[in-house]
């Protein structure tokens, strides 16, 4: 933010204590939370989203600034880009420019969104995430080379975009690339474990649980309601119906029907020489 932006940043009263109002007959006023987390114990989180408040537990948000819209922004992030009300952005996180954050997101320490990213809300990305980065294509030198022409002719691809819906969880080390056509897109209420690769121009569809070590090479997609257990990789291509299981280990070079699961089967020695 420039300089003179600073007399925007206002100051948050700590909050009272859950016990401090009281009603006639002696019973507290505000009920206790039932999805209260540790982070709840910061004022400055009171009426975050829970989400929210689970990711900033442990942290002391005491030198943040607090941005016009509620939103909570730590003093060595680089924030250039829109974000929506009740946001945490945490130490030497980066926003880019174009990038564009709905409400009640996080982002954690030294994660980086950049380029055409477009995010809904309540998404929470934690320490560490690439978001946006260009696409690992062989051929990419000659691609930025192709870019810098269409700029020069006036013709950039201004339509390439990551989509990214609500309600998603990006864990530590995600990484999701920009596409090389037109769109990456990501649905809503997804679970990204942490270590996982989405290639460029991929899929992923709603309630899609991504466990540690997948990678989702380029234009695969990954329909709604599906599990991918730990180290599971998608070839080039190829789609994985609504529904579907894929077990540990599993890559998988060819598409998958709906509602269907498939798993590696695991020889232990002793079972070799008994066969």
Do not use: W
Not at 146 to 169: M, Y
């Amino acid at each position: 933010r420039a300089d003179g932006e600073e007399d925007e940043y206002h100051s948050v009263e700590a909050a009272s204590q859950p016990g401090d109002d009281v009603d006639d007959g002696g019973e507290t006023a505000r009920e206790e939370d039932s999805d209260a987390s540790a982070a709840d114990d910061d004022p400055l989180l009171r009426g975050f989203d829970i989400s929210v408040r689970d990711a900033a537990a442990g942290v002391d948000m005491a030198g943040y600034a607090v941005l016009p819209n509620g939103s909570l922004v730590s003093k060595s992030a680089v924030v250039q880009g829109v974000i929506g009300r009740r946001c945490v952005v945490q130490d030497f996180a980066v926003v880019g420019y174009e990038a564009i954050l709905g409400d009640d997101c996080f982002v954690g320490s030294s994660a980086r969104i950049v380029n055409r990213v477009i995010a809904g809300n309540r998404n929470v990305f934690y320490d560490h995430v690439s978001i946006g980065g260009p696409p690992q294509n062989f051929y990419s030198r000659s691609a930025r080379r192709e870019r810098r022409k269409r700029k020069a002719e006036h013709q950039a691809t201004a339509e390439a975009v990551l989509s990214i819906g609500d309600d998603n969880i990006f864990r530590e080390f995600v990484s999701v690339h920009m596409p090389m056509n037109t769109r990456t897109t990501i649905g809503n209420g997804c679970m990204i474990h942490s270590h996982c690769n989405i290639g460029h121009d991929s899929v992923v569809g709603d309630f899609v649980n991504i466990n540690m070590n997948c990678y989702l090479s380029g234009f695969s997609t990954v329909q709604s309601f599906t599990t991918l257990s730990i180290s599971c990789s998608l070839h080039q291509g190829v789609v994985v119906g609504q529904g579907c299981f894929l077990g540990m280990h599993v890559a998988l070079t060819k598409d998958l029907l709906p509602l269907l699961a498939i798993s590696r089967r695991e020889f232990f020695s002793d079972e070799r020489d008994s066969d």
